[in-house]
């Protein structure tokens, strides 16, 4: 991402959208300034690459709030729809756990930490088309998503 901070919640993201990554902590499978699509529904696994959404209070003053990394563990995808239905019993804590290639890194947050988790689907295909919207087109697109499912 070349915003460092988010200014919605991961939720009003579009079913499928694409950021362009920053970084070259994941290559050479992820290349810096490389498009990526991402799905805000299909449900990722141990091994896929995510974006993830810190919240505001908890990134560090100018750092990126999304990192895209490769999860090592996580909540189920439903978790970040209603956490309150998940109930974390014994002395197992909640976590999230990622790893970054280059240099070799693991990454560990609190779920509370956390907006969200979405799957990346891998770089953009060739040909497809991207357009840039702006922050107030991704709010309305989520206004009209709302108003459908009411």
Same mark, same amino acid.
């Given at each position: 991402m070349? $915003?460092?901070?988010f200014d919605y919640h991961p939720s009003e993201l579009p079913d499928t959208y694409v950021m362009t990554g920053d970084g070259h902590c994941l290559e050479p499978?992820?290349?810096h300034g490389q498009k990526l699509l991402f799905s805000r529904e299909?449900?990722? $696994?141990? =091994?896929?690459?995510?974006?993830?959404?810190k919240r505001r209070e908890f990134t560090v003053p100018g750092d990126h709030q999304i990192l895209i990394k490769?999860?090592?563990?996580?909540p189920r995808v439903e978790y970040w729809t209603d956490p309150r239905?998940?109930?974390?019993? =014994?002395?197992?804590?909640?976590?999230?756990?990622?790893?970054m290639l280059n240099?070799?890194?693991?990454?560990q947050f609190h779920p509370d930490h956390l907006l969200g988790i979405h $799957?990346?689907? =891998?770089?953009?295909?060739?040909?497809?088309?991207?357009? $840039?919207?702006?922050?107030?087109?991704?709010?309305?697109q989520a206004r009209a998503r709302r108003l459908e499912l009411a």
């Open positions: 070349s $915003k460092l901070t499978v992820l290349m299909d449900r990722y $696994k141990h =091994g896929d690459f995510v974006a993830i959404f490769r999860l090592i563990a996580g239905n998940f109930v974390w019993t =014994g002395n197992v804590e909640p976590t999230v756990i990622v790893e240099p070799a890194r693991i990454l $799957k990346c689907l =891998g770089p953009v295909p060739a040909g497809m088309p991207t357009h $840039k919207v702006t922050d107030d087109d991704v709010r309305e």
